[in-house]
Structure formats: structure tokens, C-alpha cells
């Protein structure tokens, strides 16, 4: 089998907004590129990642 292990990169932003005095919402995007590598019997591979994400948090 054809192992290999890849080293990237990661570029994202996000913000917070106010819900109530005490509560926020939050939203996040980010971007990851591996770059590429060519594995036997399946050829060239270009591993990327976006991901966006929602939260809720608290202040106290």
C-alpha cells in the first residue's frame, strides 16, 4: 500500500455576534490545502478542506 503524509496549510476567519447581553453567536470559515501527491494505481491526489462552522457561547 502507498502511504504518505502531508503538510499544509490553513487560512480562515470568522466572527461573533451578539445574541443578548449574555449570549453570542458564532460563525467560522477555514480553508486547509494539503498540496498534492501521486499514489500507485490511482494517480495524482490534491487534498483540500472547507469547513465552516457555527457555535454558541456564553459570557459570564
Known amino acids: ?7 499544509g496549510w490553513t ?3 470568522g466572527t461573533d455576534i451578539k445574541l443578548t447581553d ?3 453567536g458564532r460563525v467560522e ?5 494539503f498540496g498534492s ?3 500507485d494505481g ?3 491526489v490534491k487534498a483540500t478542506d472547507n469547513r465552516v462552522t457555527f457555535g454558541v457561547g456564553m459570557k459570564f
Open 1 to 7: 500500500s502507498d502511504r504518505a503524509t502531508l503538510l
Open 11 to 13: 487560512a480562515g476567519l
Open 22 to 24: 449574555n449570549v453570542f
Open 29 to 33: 470559515y477555514r480553508y486547509t490545502d
Open 37 to 39: 501527491k501521486s499514489f
Open 42 to 44: 490511482i494517480g495524482k
